[in-house]
């Protein structure tokens, strides 16, 4: 039940909030601080240190983290073999991001290279089994420039 004067998104949250679970997530949220500059806001974990809630922000966006908790039926990436999400991240120097994440333990899946839509655009994948998509704008393109460009497959 709601209080009339709370209101029901809290304030700083999007409605829409990415929230990771990790093997090691720990560990994971200090990957996170390095790779890409993210910002510790709170961590909570269960009597055997596992984390059970962490929050962080990366920029303007925030993301949370949980443990691989099997008992939960709650698993990462890495046990399961992969995700089918990406996590799209908008940084001022792409290149720089992706050699930084590289430099902390990412493995770059895809080096930075000028696209049609209008961003240099590259994508690595975490310690952690979570893939992400790194990104800055280098110039605006129009809808039919880029149905053209994407037509023939170019850059």
Known sequence: MTQANVNPIPEGMPTLTPHLICANAVEAMEFYKRAFGAEGLHKMTMPDGRLMHGMMRIGSSPIMLAEEVPEWNSFGPTTLKGSPVVLHLYVPDVD????????????????????????????????YGHRWSLATHIRDVSPEEMAEAAQHGCN
């Open 96 to 127: 720089a991001a992706i050699e930084q994440a590289r430099h902390t333990g990412a493995k770059v899946i895809m080096a930075a290279a000028d696209m049609f839509w209008g961003d240099r655009y590259g994508q690595v994948q975490d310690p």
